[in-house]
């Protein structure tokens, strides 16, 4: 490189193997981590799809409202008064938090809870019918993560990227250090990296190749 030092440290040897302000910071783990954080994801994007139906929850309220014969002449009952008209659109969404709470914890019936995703969150509520199933999923994981028996390699995964999420600089060597460890760790199964970016907010997740350094 001509006119530029860049790569150069006072004594005038290559820094290319020095540390560095890191930008993102790798997670190497097998498939239970992967798993996890894929579920996690999933569930993640259900709550925020409908949340941001509650915008829609106004006009719901306005069409149960309205006069029905049926109803009028005692043949039909308005069950549907979860929310009604005097409540502020601010409120909809905790509200709706709390529902999620109370069905989780077996204090509202799956069939009230599904009632009122279905009539007030009419085109994404029916994503959370099986909230259930993905907590036991995630739950089941989780004990894997934290598992006491020696012959589970996931926790040690786990300790060393927490060795590292502290430290703000790294460099090339600890990152393959890093990958060589997790292999030792995953041996036959599949390894993935997740990338945290911190700065965008963002993750990225690879499944790496096992005989070269290709990233898919």
């Known amino acids: 490189v001509v006119g530029d030092e860049l790569l150069l440290d006072g004594d005038g040897e290559l820094t290319a193997d020095g540390f560095f302000t890191r ?17 996690m994801h999933v569930l993640y994007e259900r709550l925020v799809d409908v ?15 309205r006069p029905k014969p049926a109803r009028d002449i005692g043949f ?29 914890t077996g204090e509202v019936d799956e069939n009230r809870y599904q009632d009122v995703m279905r009539h007030y969150y009419l085109s994404n509520g029916w994503k959370l019918y099986t909230l259930h199933d993905l907590l036991k999923t995630l739950c089941r994981l989780a004990l894997t993560c934290s598992s006491t028996d020696s ?11 927490l060795n590292g999420r502290d430290k703000g600089e790294t460099s090339y060597q600890t990152e393959i250090s890093a990958r060589k460890f997790a292999e030792k760790c995953v041996k036959d199964g599949e390894l ?5 970016f911190p700065q965008a907010s963002e993750a990225t997740v690879r499944w790496l190749q096992r005989d070269d350094t290709t990233f898919y």
């Open 76 to 104: 039909a009952e308005n069950h549907m008064n979860f929310f009604t008209a005097e409540d502020e659109p601010a409120k909809f969404w905790p509200k709706t938090l709390e529902l999620i709470e109370d069905y989780i």
């Open 23 to 39: 930008p993102w910071y790798n997670f190497f783990c097998n498939q239970t981590l992967y798993v996890f954080f894929n579920i």
């Open 192 to 196: 993935f990296v997740i990338c945290w």
């Open 151 to 161: 012959k589970e390699k996931t926790p040690d995964l786990i300790q060393q990227y």
């Open 51 to 65: 949340k941001a139906s509650a915008s829609n929850v106004p006009k719901v309220i306005e069409r149960l409202g």
